[in-house]
């Protein structure tokens, strides 16, 4: 709150005090300003001189602004009458309007358009705990219930962040907790819900590292990496992650063997029916043949760039997913295939065969870097699952496609498997002539199934099919081009009407309750163990108090919470 002061004398600090003691606002912070008329010679009007209060309200001072408005003070017995309300206005309202509701002073707020208590309430923090309906700690690890943070009230929380409450560990060469991420993962201090960060420097192995623990992998800065020593007899893969409830950020992983004997790759998670997982932010995944290759339940591929660098000639995946359980993500990657000529050998994302596949997948937003041949943006080989269980959904991304751009590849009544696929706005170049989305595979006669199709808002660089042995099946040039050798003449109706993207289900929620009760007020969902932030509204009523729970099963409950309010 500012108070301004155009005063005649100094009888004007009695008025100034008598206003900071109405107010009630002892001991909060209070910007007071004295303004005197401008003699020549002296200060301009812009330079203000400030009252420092007495003792009992002293450090309230903290800066200092030039005034936006002023409470004119006649003379000492001049008092500032305030307009007394039963409930708060809602017509002839102006920024900044002061009026009294029920013996408490409100402040009326024009850009958020809503009356603020000048006291403050208290927002209760609470205890952690392993069981559903936990209590969480507070953001900066007090623990106790009954501590907490103010805010007016009528205020309204605008952010909430769940944040991991397990212990923070050094990766360094020298001075870390840990020289080498190995060692950390195998040491028995460093347990579920914990935090391991790299420090910004290379790190080279002999041996891939195992991750088995349900912790948060964070580099530190851009300068983290991980990577074999680009040998021939260098570890088939970098990461090896065997358990759900794992997050990699920030950290660059290369997988630099120089000869193709295995399944080679930067990332692998081997986690079969597990959720949680997370890859993030990740600066650079260089790979030989695979970069991150994905078998879990539920899981997140985001903000990553995937580069191809080993030799020309050799096919490779900078994505190989081996099957899908629930709402899955592959958002805002950046990616460089190969130099090979065209068509290429690289494929951003391959949908792996042998495998069973429900829920969905989400691919947005995902870019080429670059002019090289990309095989193929998305590969679907045949696979199992529930008859309509699937629903694949592509959107947004920029690609240079040089053998089809999203194949489908299977045998008869495999289309059965997906309840929709929806392609909207993305950027193809099409230089196959296949279309945008291709259907091949084996077999004669084949049936394109009970699908529903959605395209919208797609540009085609070279559109048209012209590839021969392929087939338009759509009355819009260029959408869907299909093998005649393989699929029964088609004619496919598609839908213009673009459904939102799934979401990804949380794996548990951050709740807001009311003075105790047992009743929601708000939940925040959180999608990973080790955090997530979203925004959460939340209207606080004069006396209220706000606490928050953790909702949901997870192994250790997230127990932190940071929040900011609008006041």
């Known amino acids: 709150m500012k108070i301004f002061v155009k005063p005649i004398g100094l009888s004007v600090v009695v008025c100034v005090l008598a206003l900071v003691t109405f107010f009630g606002i002892k001991g909060e912070e209070v910007d007071v300003f004295v303004t005197r008329a401008p003699r020549a010679g002296l200060l301009s009007m812009e ?56 013996g408490q002073p409100y402040l009326y707020d024009g850009v958020r358009g809503k009356w603020l208590t000048i006291s403050r309430q208290m927002v209760w923090a609470a205890r952690d705990g392993a069981v559903t309906n936990a209590y969480l700690n507070t953001f900066d690890g007090i623990s106790t219930r009954s501590t907490g943070y103010t805010l007016p009230a009528d205020a309204t929380i605008t952010g909430m962040t769940v944040a991991s409450n397990g212990n923070t560990w050094l990766v360094a060469s020298v001075g870390g907790d840990f020289a080498t991420l190995s060692a950390a993962l195998a040491s028995p201090s460093v347990v579920n819900g914990d935090t391991i960060l790299i420090a910004p420097e290379t790190f080279t192995i002999a041996s891939q590292i195992n991750v088995s623990k349900s912790v948060t992998i964070r580099g530190c800065g851009t300068g983290a990496t991980i990577q074999t020593a680009g040998t021939a007899v260098d570890p088939v893969r970098v990461l090896n992650i065997t358990v759900g409830n794992v997050v990699i950020k920030n950290l660059t992983v290369k997988q630099r063997k120089t000869t193709n004997t295995s399944i080679e790759c930067s990332i692998q998670v081997n986690a079969p029916g597990a959720t949680g997982i997370v890859i993030d932010g990740i600066t650079t995944v260089e790979t030989m043949e695979f970069g991150i290759i994905m078998s879990a339940a539920e899981w997140s591929i985001e903000n990553c760039e995937l580069n191809y660098v080993g030799p020309t000639g050799n096919t490779n995946r900078l994505i190989a997913v081996s099957g899908n359980n629930g709402n899955s993500r592959i958002v805002n990657n950046r990616f460089t295939p190969s130099t090979d000529a065209a068509p290429g050998r690289t494929i951003f994302c391959l949908l792996t065969g042998g495998a069973t596949y429900s829920g969905s997948i989400l691919m947005d937003g995902n870019v080429q870097l670059g002019t090289g041949a990309l095989r193929q943006f998305m590969l679907q080989e045949d696979f199992t699952g529930p008859l309509g269980g699937f629903e694949l959904y592509i959107s947004n991304n920029q690609y240079l496609d040089y053998n089809g751009g999203i194949i489908s590849f299977g045998s008869v009544g495999m289309l059965n498997l997906f309840s929709s696929i929806v392609v909207v706005n993305n950027v193809a ?8 989305v291709t259907l091949d595979g084996f077999g004669a006669g084949v049936n394109p199934g009970s699908t529903s199709w959605v395209f919208s808002g797609n540009t085609l660089i070279n559109p048209g099919v012209t590839a021969p042995g392929f087939a338009d099946a759509t009355g819009t040039p260029g959408l869907i081009g299909y093998n005649t050798s393989v699929f029964i003449p088609l004619s496919i109706a598609y839908s213009t009407i673009v459904p939102p993207p799934p979401a990804q289900a949380p794996r548990f929620t951050l709740q807001a309750r009311i003075n105790g009760c047992p009743t929601v007020l708000a939940s925040l969902p959180v999608f990973s163990q080790s955090g997530a932030t979203t925004s959460l509204n939340v209207d606080v009523d004069a006396l209220d108090q706000l606490q928050f729970y953790l909702d949901g099963t997870a192994y250790k409950p997230t127990a932190g919470i940071e929040y900011a309010y609008r006041a």
């Open 429 to 436: 170049l099409n230089n196959s002539g296949k279309g945008l």
């Open 47 to 102: 330079q203000q001189l400030v009252l420092y209060p007495l003792p009992y309200i002293i450090n309230a001072v903290r800066k200092v602004y030039a005034p936006v408005g002023e409470f004119d003070a006649l003379t000492a017995n001049d008092s500032l009458n305030l307009p007394v309300a039963s409930q708060a206005p809602t017509t002839q309202l102006s920024n900044g309007q002061i009026v009294v509701i029920n």
